[in-house]
């Protein structure tokens, strides 16, 4: 089974940026939509934003539209999130995730089969 690795978390103050990444073992999800979820202490996971499998496409949660921005690289098995902007509500642990299927575009963590083991993002104030 496909192993997701994501890397690139860290400390970072409000207003700075990080780039996460994430990266995967075989190429078997370069025709599946990958996407970014976090999960903040105490809270749901939610979504952060979806990049289809061409990379065309993306789409953001409200919440970090405008801040945020995902990439791939399927040479690479590769998808990227650059963050800016950062405030203090995006600390949270973020995980990448890739789609049960092949060929859609979906938005609920349900549809979403392969998880890495997540990177913290902490934004201090």
């Known amino acids: 089974q496909v192993q997701l690795v994501e890397s690139g978390g860290g400390l970072v103050q409000a207003g700075g940026s990080l780039r996460l990444s994430c990266v995967a073992s075989d190429s078997s999800l370069s025709s599946r939509t990958m996407a970014w979820f976090r999960q903040a202490p105490g809270k749901e996971r939610e979504f952060v934003g979806l990049?289809?499998?061409?990379?065309?496409?993306?789409y953001y949660a409200d919440s970090v539209k405008g801040r945020f921005a995902l990439s791939r690289d399927n040479a690479k098995n590769t998808v990227h999130l650059e963050m800016n902007s950062l405030k203090s509500e995006d600390t949270a642990v973020y995980y990448c995730a890739g789609d049960r299927e092949e060929l859609r575009l979906v938005i609920s963590a349900d549809a979403y089969e392969y998880w890495g083991q997540g990177t913290q993002v902490t934004v201090s104030a």
């Open positions: 990049i289809t499998w061409t990379g065309k496409s993306t």
